[in-house]
């Protein structure tokens, strides 16, 4: 079965380029994970911090009625980087019986 993650990775790579000022520029990129397990969300959340992310959140999340842990690491969003983190997101999520819930970033828009 073909994933729809590197399709949906060059649709919104293709959006920062037109309308970033720098979509070359490395910049910090978040990753979502879910878990209903709060011992799981939190071991990986520490085995990403290990890899050098850093935890913006590993709480609680009523609204989902399960752990909600999102790290930052400070990628350059190419396709080939995406699709990579992306890949191993989805594997080491799989490994902790967590959901990887995808991946965001700014887009730098300078006008004027």
């Not at 729809?4 to 994970?33: G, H």
């Not at 009625?65 to 997101?89: F, G």
Request: aromatic fraction near 12%; include cysteine; charge should be negative.
């Amino acid at each position: 079965m073909k994933t729809f993650i590197p399709i949906l990775n060059r649709k919104v790579i293709s959006i920062i380029k037109a309308l970033d000022a720098n979509p070359e520029e490395t910049r910090p990129v978040t990753f979502w994970f879910y878990s209903d397990d709060e011992s799981a969300a939190y071991q990986l959340a520490g085995r990403l911090q290990n890899w050098g992310y850093k935890i913006i959140c590993c709480e609680y999340s009523p609204g989902s009625n399960d752990w909600l842990c999102i790290v930052e690491h400070d990628i350059t969003p190419t396709a080939e980087s995406l699709d990579q983190a992306c890949l191993e997101m989805k594997m080491l999520a799989t490994q902790y019986g967590a959901k990887f819930n995808g991946w965001e970033t700014e887009a730098t828009a300078e006008f004027g």
